[in-house]
């Protein structure tokens, strides 16, 4: 039985930081629900930050960068969360994005989220995150999880947990309308013949 293949993309800074956390209760609610084999992959920004800022300058990635935008091209679903500065998304978060082929999320199964101090920036997941990801035409869960700094001291429940919850079983039900991943993944790893690939772009 093939996995279906979440990746999680993780633009936190600091280590330890509140959006690897998040992202990691995202990731184990989304496994839960989907009740079939899940294959993860983490990918964190912060290691990758010097590679996608060359490839901005060059165009070209370096192996490990395309390692990294091959994983997200090749999901069933992802998870991106991103640290909310300035009312929005981190550049970071932005840039990783910007080098990844315009066409790889069409279609993908995608949660949002974001952390950040106060609960005040939680639009940003409305009017800066949604937009990025419907631009790339994504298929986006309704429900999108932001934590703030309360969310992670307070003792008591601030719906934290009901969100997180909520999303990944709305992540997990776009997964499951998918095509099996067995389908899927033999399509994405077969080799087009020469050919093949001519005849797709000759005159009818």
């Known amino acids: 039985?093939?996995?279906?293949?979440?990746?999680?993309?993780?633009?936190?800074?600091?280590?330890?930081s509140s959006t690897r956390l998040l992202a990691d209760r995202l990731a184990e609610a989304t496994r839960l629900a989907v009740e079939h084999p899940v294959e993860l992959r983490v990918i964190e920004l912060r290691d990758l930050a010097t590679d996608v800022a060359k490839n901005m300058v060059t165009g070209?990635?370096?192996?490990?960068?395309?390692?990294?935008?091959?994983?997200?091209?090749?999901?069933?679903?992802?998870?991106?969360?991103s640290?909310?500065?300035?009312?929005?998304?981190?550049?970071?978060f932005k840039s990783f994005f910007d080098v990844l082929d315009?066409?790889?999320?069409?279609?993908?199964?995608?949660?949002?989220?974001?952390?950040?101090?106060t609960a005040r920036h939680s639009?940003?997941?409305?009017?800066?995150?949604?937009?990025?990801?419907?631009?790339?035409?994504?298929?986006?869960?309704?429900?999108a999880v932001y934590a703030s700094s309360e969310d992670w001291a307070s003792n008591g429940d601030t719906g934290l947990s009901?969100?997180?919850?909520?999303?990944?079983?709305?992540?997990?039900?776009?997964?499951?309308?998918?095509?099996?991943?067995a389908a899927v993944h033999d399509q994405q790893d077969r080799v087009v013949?020469?050919?093949?690939?001519?005849?797709?772009?000759?005159?009818?």
């Open 123 to 143: 639009l940003a997941l409305e009017h800066a995150l949604r937009p990025l990801f419907t631009y790339l035409r994504a298929t986006v869960a309704p429900t």
């Open 1 to 16: 039985m093939h996995p279906y293949r979440l990746v999680v993309v993780t633009a936190g800074l600091s280590q330890p």
């Open 60 to 81: 070209f990635p370096s192996p490990t960068l395309a390692d990294a935008l091959d994983a997200v091209t090749r999901s069933d679903a992802l998870i991106a969360v």
């Open 162 to 181: 009901r969100r997180v919850t909520r999303a990944a079983g709305e992540l997990a039900d776009l997964l499951l309308r998918r095509p099996a991943p």
């Open 102 to 117: 315009n066409t790889a999320l069409t279609g993908k199964p995608v949660l949002i989220a974001a952390t950040g101090g």
């Open 83 to 92: 640290p909310i500065f300035t009312a929005s998304y981190s550049g970071l």
């Open 193 to 204: 013949p020469f050919a093949e690939q001519l005849a797709a772009v000759r005159p009818a």
